[in-house]
Structures are given as structure tokens and as C-alpha cells.
């Protein structure tokens, strides 16, 4: 082959399918262009940088561009893409250094150029020490302004905001979190909610406010420009030191704008399961493009690094000319708040009845281990099934045990359709540093099993 | 129901089965008869009170026959069953304190009178000092002896054996293992079996030897009859304060001689999946019972508590009037070595071939978090597959990682006959403090795919 690909997007998507390509095909021409001076970096790990549980940045970086290059792989740094044309098949280049813009042909594109955190239209958005979090830049500008702060504030009440709420906490800052719905982590149930929401207070009881139903208006600052309080709807005025917006992203397509690559959901990039878009020699992968829910079936966007990395191994695979297909996902979700681990996996109770399942749930609170095993912790685990076909529609948990290990026993079950009465008899290995007898995972199964029955 | 329910065995099935029940049906007379002392108790755990992280044999007891009865179900301790006459639908009971013998009739009987230690055929195995461990009783005597002893053999190298050689050695015991096979842990493949040998020996070298390929052929006393060595058929002679004995164990069937109850393989009693024997009012469930293997089609006999429980259920729901179907199991085993987790799920590699699948197999030693977190740790995992079905058959994993979560999230795969193809794109969630981004259960499918496709 003596085509080129051009991959446009230096997060995790875009290496990932630079260097599934490469050893798929040793020959093949690589290009990849990226606005960031940095490729190949986990963004999810920032905040346990800004934590300083990670103390350098650079740890968080998989691969350098010369990695990179040593694979014949051609990487152009603080290189922004501005316009595709599928006709022409070319890609309109700005060089971020010298603001020079050129054209270049592709034989096969891949648009991986991920999400960006959505600024929401508050009075005075622009002062200083407001922060977005996606890029290690913004890590470090965060740490340095925790390290010499005392007060801060957190808008969203979702996961990065309670991984940053973690990092902030014990780094002994004040922390106001401000969310405009009912509860934080909406896509739970509100009862689950409600308890990580007890959790984090109990646990630090005076260090932390969460605020719900409260919109943040307005910003003040300082002489410096500096922002010094938040204005809430309801009158509140809450003094800090810094910001840090958490209230959601977007993906990067706006420079598709006129092209011929159809978006879906949300300005995401519609794409099949061979992660191609509606143009046969283009691609996607990563949080720019759309996902199908297979709890669902509908299409869905879920930004996930887990999911662009299967997404640019499966473009990768692909462009190839192997067979690859990325099915979907199931909007699986974990993350932990100190030793409290928050997870969910398809659809929660309250979605479910919206959707028109006839669902039923069960809510079980056990040791993860067999109880008379000094080191076994508790879990809550919400299952929720459907009362007609008894197939398991999703799963919450959250405890200081070993929830993980629950939720990733449901997963393969929701994937096959596999029913309450057979899951609930699954054989799950048993010992008492490991797990009850029958696990709890089962318990919630024969308990919503028995409810349908009755 | 004006019906009596007889029980036969105290262990887990049979206390589960009476709990059950009641549960289910509040009037249903039910009558529970063991040959112990005690009842409803986790085995499982008495390698942890001898080890001394549970201090009380107490804490084993899952409920008094106090809470029985205080739940209208009649506990015969010390009641040991010497026949089951199904015609006459009588049992023979021997009360163990007066001797005494009586028939009781049954409408329903359920049988789970568990397994014993096969005790091997050695010159001088009647000596003081050489132990089983099942019962709380055995578990008082061992950890009595070891805590005046220096020394110790222990006999087979199954599961029980290294639980009970953590226990050991944590007590500061100078421990041989003597295996007659050419491997310990016989279900693993051998170079599995390998890493958790050079594990144990790694982490206390000079403290403990494994003897694999070497019979035990004699033991020999002291003037008062006490175990002080033991001789190998290759001419060792080993010093020891004393030995245990974990050389497997059979059903206990005997007394069901002559009865129409049918036995299955390596006698234990033949059940279908409703827990019903071929007498249609006798039940079975617990250690004395065969299962059906999901994986190979085939029965097999895996006593195992988690087992027990599910059956005991299955069997009062059926008892009861409802239905519950216990298909199978998928001969999952778990257990640890100090921080060593140690699991397998299905069948092994070499198992697969005699079986005559056409297996491929992946082993990947990698991290269990993302590699940037401080206390993430290596894991082992080998996954097999078929190659002309691209269906999963089994997994072993070992390492001081979360092993446990990946195994679990095999097993609704294995159950569901899930293609490698599919799993590997299974959307596990994903945050650094619990995954790489794509974890390795997911690149173990990967590998085994390419190697397939290749």
C-alpha cells in the first residue's frame, strides 16, 4: 500500500490508531496532527496529579512523539485542523507556531480530535483562576493555584467534579460544589446519589458544602481580575480563591461544519461499528463520535478513554483491511470518592421507567467478604432487571468494598440478555477473604427475581 | 401442607435448605438431623481461625440451632443417619450420646450429609498428630498442635492445602509440602501451578519445601504414639511435630447403599437440576451431590460451599411449590496465598485438548490499575478459547492484583457462550484508580483473537 492516512487528534484515540496501524502494516504512510504540544497522554489521571498522588505530570504520558516517530510514524504538534474536504480529500492545516495554514491529501482520514469542556454563559466567565480540566497544561495550572489557595469552588456535580473534590479535599482546601439539578451524578438513581452525597459530607463534615439546586449567575472579582466570589441564583454569595468549571463537554467538530461527515447525537460523528462515518475513506474514534447504547438501542454520546482506545484499535484494524466490529457500549461509568468507589453500567431505575421498561430493582447492603473476615467492607448494589423479559438492565454500586468486582460480573450479563434465573445461580468462585457464600451480586438477583414472581 | 421435611446434614446446604424453606412456607414441619455438635458453620474459614485472623471459632457460626428452632425448625444434633428406606419413606437414626436407634418417617427428605476427608492408605496413619481439617473441631486440634509446634507436613497440594500453609507460615512453622502428582493446584496448567510455587518459595525461602512427584509411603512415632517423621518412596525422611492430611475428599453416601437413590460419579448422589434425586420426595444438595459441568457437558463432582448454599435454595424453593432450576457450574475455584490471589474458572489449556476442543490460549502479566497509580499491582491471567467456535473456556489468574474482578468478568461470558469478538470489546468501566484503559481481561481476548484469525 502506498496510501496515506492522515489522523488528526493527539489524545488517546488518534496514537492509539496510529500505533494498532503501524503493526498491522508496516508500510503504510502515518500522519498525525494535533493541536497540543503533547500526544498520547491520560487525561483521567489528572486529577490524581492535581491530588499529587501522581507527583509528575509527565508520568501520565504513555508515549512521546519520538515513540512515535521511531514507528515511522509522522506526528505534527500544535498542528490545528480547520476544514476537511472529502471531495478533495484534503485537510486544511494551521500551524499553531507560525499561524501558517496548508493543505494536505489524505487517502484515509481519522478524526479523533476528542471533546472540550462546555463554558457556560456566567457573568464574568473570563476572570482569572476560572479552570477548565482536559489538558495537562490545565492540571498544572490547577495544582499550582490549589497549592497557595485556601477556598475553592466546583460547578457540576459530576465525576470529574467529585474526582477533583477528592484532590482538592486532601489538599485541605474548603470546597463549595454547586450543581444545578436535584442531585449530583445524574445518571444515577437519586437514592445512590444521595448517598455518595452523605458520604462525602460525613466524611469531612465542614470542609465540603454540595449545593444542589443552585445556579451560579454571576462571578466577582477582584482589582487583579482575579475571582474572589460566586453568585448563586438563590443569593448566595461564596467566597474562593479559584473555580474549577466541571459542567460538562462537547465534542470537537465544529471544523466538520460544511463538510460532507454527517454528525448525530449531540455534534458527535455518526459511526458504525466499523467506526467509519457516512464518507467510506473517513473515520472516527474517541469522544468525538457518537456510541450505540445496547441497553438501549439507541444511539447515544458517552465520552469515555476506555472507549476511544477499543474505538481507535477497531479504526485501526479496519483501514487495515482486517475485520473489527465495536459493537457499542453499555455507558459504564466508575469512579471513587477516597475509599468510597461509585459505579454504573447501563441504565438506572428512573431511566428505565422513562423508557418504557417495566423495571424492578433490588438494593442489597453487604460485606464483600464473608462477614467474619476483619478486612471485608460494605457495599450497596442496586440491580435493576425487567419484570417481562427478566433481563438485567443495569447496575449501581457504591461502598468502601469491593464494588468493582460486582459491576463487572453484571456487565457480560447485560451484554448477552442473560436472565435473572440464570444469573442468580452463576458460579462465581467462592472463598471467605473474597466473597459470602453467595454473593451479593446474586442476592440482588434472587431478590428482584422473587419480586417479579410474587 | 400438613407435610414433614426431613433434613439430613448440618453443614451448609442442609441449614440452608430449613432456612429457606420457612422462609417460603410458614407452616411446613421441618426437621433437621447431623452427627455434629453444631451446625450451619464455614468451613471455609477454618484455615483463617487457625492462621488466628479470626480469633473465635464462634465467628464460623452462621446461626445456632437456638435461631433454628426459634423459627418452628426442629435441630437433632449428634443424630447421625444409618439408612434411607424409601419405600416405607423411614429413616434410621443413631443418637450418637445414648446410642440409641429409632426410625422417623419423611414426606420430603433432603439430603446433605457433605463430604469427608479421604483419609490415604500410609503405614502408621493412625498416629497422634496427623489431622484432617473439616470440622470446627479439627480446627481447634491443629491450631492447639501448631501452637506448640515448630514443624509441619502437610499432605497434597490442593487448595486446602495452601490455606492452610499461609496459616502455617504466618504462625512461623517450618513447612514441607509433599505432592504425588508432578504439579501442585492439579486443575491449573502446569506453568501456573509453577508460579505460585515459585511465589510461595520466593517469599519464605528456607521456610518452606514443595515436594512434588514424591509419595509419602510411612510415618513414624515415638514411644507415645506421636507423629515425628514422615518417609517418602524416594527415601526422604522428614522431620515433623505433626501433619494434615489434604488428600481430597469423598461424599457421604455410604449409608445410601442398598436405597433406591441413585449415585453418580465417584458416588456421589445423581440430581437434576431441580435438586431432586431419582426418588421424586428425596432431594440432595451440598457436598454430596454431582453437578453439571457447563463448559464440558459432562457431571462432575466439585463440592464446594458457594454450591451448597445455591442448591439448599433451589431445593427449598422446589420443595415449596416454586420453581428454581440449578444448572450447573463452571467449576470456579478461588483462593489466596498471603497477597497471592489464585483463581480458576472453567476448563485449563491442557484439560481443553484432552477434551478434544481445538483450544488457543493468551497469557498477559500486567498491571491492574493504570500503570501510573502508586498501588496498582502485576496480575497474571491466561485465557483459552476455542479456536473453531471463538467461544471462552476457561481463565486462570494469579497475582497479588485484583484478579478476582477480572475472573468474574469471564464467568456470565463463559456461561453465555460469549464470542471472543464480542467480549473483547466489552465496555468495562474505566477510571485510572481501578483499570488500564483497556484492561487486561480485554487483551488477553484480543491476543487469542489475532492468534486465531492468524
Redesign the interface.
Known sequence: MSEKVVIIGGG?AGPKTAAKLRRENPDIKIELYTQEDIISY?A??LP?YIEN??QSPE??IMRTPEDFRKQNIDIYLKSRCLKVDTEKQTVLIEDLVSNNKYEINYNILVIATGASPIIPNIRNINLKNIYTLRTIDDGIKIKKKMLESNKAVLLGGG?ISIELLEALVSNNIQVTLIEKNSQILKMFDEDFAQRVTDYIIGRNPGQVSILTNEEVIEFRGNDEGEVKKVITASGKEIETDFVILGTGVRPNTDFLEGSNIELGIQNSIKVGNTMRTSQANVYAAGDCTDNFN?VTNRYTWVP???????EG??AAINIAG?H?????????????YFNL?I?I?GISYKEALELGFQPEYAIVTKRDK?G???DSSMMTLKLIADRNTHIILGIQGIGEG?V??????????I??K?KL???M???????????P???PI?NAA?IIYQKI?D
Open positions: 488517546a491520560s483521567c489521571g490524581y498522588i501522581i508520568t501520565l465525576y445496547l469515555m478513554g476506555s472507549t476511544a482506545n477499543k484499535r477497531c482486517g473489527c466490529s465495536f459493537d457499542g457500549i453499555l455507558n459504564s461509568t466508575i469512579t471513587k468507589t459505579s453500567i464473608a467474619y473476615m476483619p469491593e468493582n468486582q460486582r459491576i463487572n460480573t453484571v456487565i457480560p450479563a451484554l448477552g442473560t434465573e440464570t444469573f445461580n452463576l458460579d462465581l468462585p467462592y472463598s471467605p477473604p473474597y466473597s457464600a453467595i454473593d446474586l434472587q414472581k
